[in-house]
């Protein structure tokens, strides 16, 4: 098992910047890819960046490539999603996610942990 926590929501203005954390427990986090997803009211969940468990690959969706960092800090346990320029489209929870392996990519089914969210905001 994995827990999952999340902070660094909020409210911002447009063009404004946030940083999300997760915090993983209950596994050894450095073998561990990690992915921030999101969803929008209404929506579906979609993904947004992935990193894997050395920190040395990364994928974004293209929508926010360029305005968003995904990063980890394995000597504490954390995933980060850095995020500026944010748009009032950004608006959504946020969730981080591990899977079983080192790198789970885009796919959310294989995503077997999840978070319980974040909201982030964005006013225009």
């Known amino acids: 098992q994995v827990q999952l926590v999340e902070s660094g929501g909020g409210l911002v203005q447009a063009g404004g910047s946030l940083r999300l954390s997760c915090v993983a427990s209950?596994?050894?986090?450095?073998?561990?890819?990690m992915g921030w997803f999101r969803q929008a009211r209404g929506k579906e969940r979609e993904f947004v960046a992935a990193?894997?468990?050395?920190?040395?690959?990364?994928r974004y969706q293209d929508s926010v490539k360029g305005r968003f960092t995904i990063s980890r800090d394995n000597a504490k346990n954390t995933v980060y999603l850095q995020m500026n320029s944010l748009q009032p489209e950004d608006t959504a929870v946020y969730y981080c996610?591990?899977?079983?392996?080192?790198?789970?990519?885009?796919?959310?089914?294989?995503?077997?942990?999840w978070g319980q969210g974040t909201q982030v905001t964005v006013s225009s």
């Open positions: 996610a591990t899977g079983q392996g080192g790198y789970s990519g885009p796919t959310s089914q294989l995503y077997a942990y």
């Open positions: 209950g596994r050894t986090f450095s073998v561990l890819g």
């Open positions: 990193i894997n468990s050395s920190g040395g690959n990364t």
